[in-house]
């Protein structure tokens, strides 16, 4: 199984600054790479796919980079709306594995 | 738009069992995999199960391997999960999600809003 690693568990920052949130594999994912976001109560929301590919409707502030074992979620600006939970996950191997998660919270 | 609607979640005796629903509406779900995932109180996510398009595959993670079985019909737009033998690990808000539409890509594109299931006594 790969395991995926999420850091910094959490991220202090201002409204308006750049976020970057760090995920990295035990073994190489290629550019099978994911980002989540989720907010309290709620269902996660795709972000990213193919490490860099944004999502139908996702603002251009997210962005996505990385491969084999190091990725990459970095908010160039962020919004109000933008504190919550992001994940990473893996689907190069199964079973489907996902980062224990980078709370983004307000500084 | 694409809805995804779970039901079936609850309290639930250790070793007991329950059926969670999954209604789809808003696209082809003949058409797509589908998967179910979990989330533990105040913890991350744990993918559990796949489906085929029609049925006729399946995959589970070891954790629920034995214990759970996903079926779907196509006819009513309607993903199951069956779970026997639940213990208190089996805690957690459980989601069906719709997998990406392209061959290989086991992403999920649309999450329903998780349904809780409670294991205790």
């Known amino acids: 199984e790969i395991v995926m690693t999420q850091s910094p568990a959490t991220l202090s920052v201002s409204p308006g600054e750049r976020a970057t949130l760090s995920c990295r594999a035990s073994?190489?994912?290629?550019?099978?790479l994911a980002w989540y976001q989720q907010k309290p109560g709620q269902a996660p929301r795709l972000l990213i796919y193919g490490a860099s590919t944004r999502a139908t409707g996702i603002p251009a502030r997210f962005s996505g980079s990385g491969s084999g074992t190091e990725f990459t979620l970095t908010i160039s600006s962020l919004q109000s709306e933008d504190f919550a939970v992001y994940y990473c996950q893996q689907y190069n191997n199964w079973p489907l594995t996902f980062g224990g998660g980078t709370k983004v919270e307000i500084k | 738009e694409v809805q995804l609607v779970e039901s079936g979640g609850g309290l639930v005796q250790p070793g007991g069992s329950l059926r969670l629903s999954c209604a789809a509406s808003g696209f082809t779900f003949s058409s797509y995999y589908m998967q179910w995932a979990r989330q533990a109180p105040g913890k991350g996510l744990v993918w559990i199960s796949r489906?085929?398009?029609?049925?006729?595959?399946?995959n589970y993670a070891d954790s629920v391997k034995g214990r759970f079985t996903i079926s779907r019909d196509n006819a009513k737009n309607t993903l199951y999960l069956q779970m026997n033998s639940l213990s208190a690990e089996d805690t957690a808000v459980y989601y069906c999600?719709?997998?990406?539409?392209?061959?290989?890509?086991?992403?999920?594109?649309?999450w329903g809003q998780g349904t809780l299931v409670t294991v205790s006594s």
């Open positions: 489906i085929y398009k029609d049925g006729s595959g399946t």
């Open positions: 999600a719709r997998e990406s539409p392209q061959r290989g890509d086991y992403y999920f594109d649309y």
């Open positions: 073994q190489t994912v290629s550019s099978k």
